[in-house]
């Protein structure tokens, strides 16, 4: 479990939000899936969001270079079996 702490006071003064307070947690939800819980204090309300999603496929949908790096790591085992199949048959 980790924390992570920031303050964007002055950014949400210049947009007129009234924020006090945000807080969003995350947990596993087994087979890949990870909850997530979000609560909201606004100055005359609070909101709170959850949902889940599959950390797999966020992961392998992206383009960036660690993206590029987790689909080949995940295509590396159907190509090492593919290898291993092809020296046993000889």
Same mark, same amino acid.
């Given at each position: 479990? $980790?924390?992570?702490?920031?303050?964007?006071?002055?950014?949400? @003064?210049?947009?007129? &939000?009234? #924020?006090?307070?945000?807080?969003?947690?995350?947990?596993?939800? $087994?087979?890949?899936?990870?909850?997530?819980?979000?609560?909201? @204090?606004?100055?005359? &309300?609070? #909101?709170a969001i959850s949902g889940s999603f599959n950390i797999e496929a966020l992961i392998t949908s992206c383009s960036g270079l660690l993206c590029r790096a987790a689909r080949?790591?995940?295509?590396?085992?159907?190509?090492?079996?593919?290898?291993?199949?092809?020296?046993?048959?000889?």
């Amino acid at each position: 479990m $980790g924390a992570i702490t920031f303050s964007g006071s002055e950014t949400l @003064d210049k947009i007129g &939000a009234n #924020i006090k307070f945000v807080n969003v947690s995350f947990s596993n939800g $087994g087979s890949n899936n990870i909850k997530y819980t979000a609560m909201i @204090d606004i100055k005359s &309300a609070k #909101i709170a969001i959850s949902g889940s999603f599959n950390i797999e496929a966020l992961i392998t949908s992206c383009s960036g270079l660690l993206c590029r790096a987790a689909r080949a790591l995940k295509g590396r085992h159907h190509a090492y079996d593919m290898e291993l199949q092809r020296i046993m048959e000889r």
